[in-house]
């Protein structure tokens, strides 16, 4: 179960962050415009069914979701390998492999609690869970690394597959018969308008950096969006939604999860920036620094997970969650030291901590909800919490993304050489086009124009740093608030989850 959360993890993670800005560098300039809907129909598709997958887990049981969403990914992987030259094709094969994950993400926890027996032995089946999704983020800096080393896309996708055969495998053989429920009660009216709502916040968030959030379609996608959701909630008869983890939660859980939603916007915008650096900034040997990347927040992402779950056992909910924030905000601000000399130091101290950060709250935090759920029927509240998480991912890679690309365009001065080269078009490209642009031209203004692009990234990098910065300190103000109001009774009930 946590190899389907890391393989799930790292797959959204992959499609959110690095793969549109990679296309930007390494993809076909005349397919370019439609090739980078194919990776965010992956993100959008994740998003928009994760709700349907918790109604259909509840319904019919974890396994067979599990069995089937497998069955359906590993047939988007296998078209991948077969059409990767195809276009529309391959964009409707990510879009079975984000429905695909959708189901296997609240059928893969649900069956984790199931056969998990309460106390100590599912705080641990959390931890690890906690542990896995995080190192899934942590990857993305490698394989970015991997694909601008000229290690093509379709080799990882046959990793990938590969490890998923395995991992069906094992849960058709493993993983225990489970049967239906069919009193479980289905509200399809407030489930079909939940879907329909976080798939138009995904797509609005997914095109305000490019177009601006004050378009006209990014507001009416935000607003329509926004409105479902009221809709869902005015018309539900039962079961839960995706904004009730933040507005009607327990007080004991509504900490956590406001922590783990600012950690995730944090580390995803953090993970966008270190995949950026490698493209404009550490342009040489980036296999290398992919793995002095990886092997540093991999070690600190079991770390962290350890850390959070002592800290929990030792003092409350609150306590490992301020400090893992706190951790995340350590990171940032060692970020700020990145300078255009590409010195990888502080890139690699940035992702470690913060990634650190991310496990610890990731650990507390799911254990806290997991606490609240209720006896059975768990996939509707795990799809719920993970379309907020998931949201809050894109809004966090939304805003670093615009902030770095208008820190960028605002001070991308074109050397005087290269503006004078006829056919050379540099001026109003995205970071992405630029970096390739400097790679495709002779050495003397390739250089001058690689200085050009560092430097103007770097403004963009630090004023992405800043904003994550802000959210998380503001973030952490309104935590601590909510704890000093959480109720007597409520602190009672914490103290009694963890002694069992």
């Not at 502080?346 to 901590?353: D, G, S």
Request: neutral net charge; glycine residues 10%.
């Amino acid at each position: 179960m946590c190899a389907t959360g890391f393989l799930v993890s790292k797959d959204i993670s992959m499609h959110a962050i690095a793969v549109p800005t990679l296309l930007q560098q390494l993809g076909d300039r005349d397919v370019l415009a439609f090739s980078l809907w194919i990776p965010k129909s992956y993100v959008i598709s994740h998003v928009a069914f994760l709700m349907l997958g918790g109604v259909l887990c509840d319904r019919f049981g974890p396994k067979p979701l599990l069995t089937y969403g497998y069955l359906g990914y590993l047939v988007g992987q296998f078209a991948h390998l077969a059409l990767e030259s195809t276009s529309l094709p391959l964009m409707i094969a990510r879009i079975l492999m984000g429905a695909s994950a959708a189901a296997m993400v609240p059928a893969a926890l649900a069956t984790l609690l199931r056969v998990s027996a309460p106390g100590l032995q599912r705080a641990q089946a959390i931890l690890l869970w906690g542990a896995a999704v995080a190192a899934g983020v942590t990857v993305v800096p490698l394989i970015s690394a991997l694909l601008l080393g000229h290690v093509w896309w379709t080799r990882v996708i046959a990793v990938e597959s590969v490890i998923a055969i395995a991992l069906f495998v094992g849960i058709v053989a493993l993983v225990p018969t489970s049967r239906p429920d069919p009193d479980a009660v289905v509200d399809w009216p407030s489930v079909i308008a939940t879907v329909a709502g976080a798939a138009l916040l995904a797509f609005g968030f997914i095109i305000a950096p490019d177009w601006g959030w004050t378009a006209p379609a990014v507001l009416a996608s935000l607003l329509a969006g926004f409105g479902l959701l009221v809709v869902a909630t005015m018309t539900r008869r039962a079961g839960e939604l995706p904004h009730d983890w933040l507005l009607r939660a327990e007080p004991r859980v509504r900490p956590a999860m406001f922590a783990l939603a600012t950690s995730v916007v944090a580390t995803f915008g953090m993970v966008f920036l270190v995949v950026q650096y490698l493209q404009a900034v550490r342009t040489e040997h980036p296999v290398l620094a992919g793995l002095a990347i990886f092997g540093p927040t991999c070690a600190a992402t079991g770390f962290g997970a350890w850390a959070g779950s002592a800290l929990y056992r030792r003092t409350n909910t609150i306590v490992p969650l301020i400090v893992g924030l706190t951790t995340v905000l350590d990171g940032l601000a060692v970020g700020l030291l990145a300078d255009v000399d590409g010195g990888l130091m502080p890139i690699v101290v940035m992702a470690t901590v913060v990634n650190a950060g991310l496990a610890i709250v990731m650990t507390v935090a799911l254990g806290a909800i997991s606490a609240a759920l209720p006896a059975t029927r768990h996939g509707i509240p795990f799809a719920a919490q993970s379309v907020v998480v998931q949201l809050g991912s894109m809004l966090g890679v939304a805003v670093v993304s615009g902030l770095v690309g208008e820190g960028y365009k605002a001070k991308f001065v074109v050397p005087a050489q290269v503006a004078a080269r006829d056919g050379l078009a540099v001026t109003g490209e995205p970071l992405g086009r630029s970096v390739a642009t400097a790679i495709s031209v002779d050495d003397q203004l390739g250089w001058q124009l690689a200085g050009a692009v560092r430097t103007a990234f770097l403004v963009g990098f630090r004023h992405g740093v800043v904003a994550i910065l802000l959210v998380v300190a503001v973030m952490m103000a309104a935590i601590l608030m909510l704890a000093a109001r959480l109720p007597a009774a409520e602190r009672a009930r914490e103290r009694a989850d963890q002694s069992s």
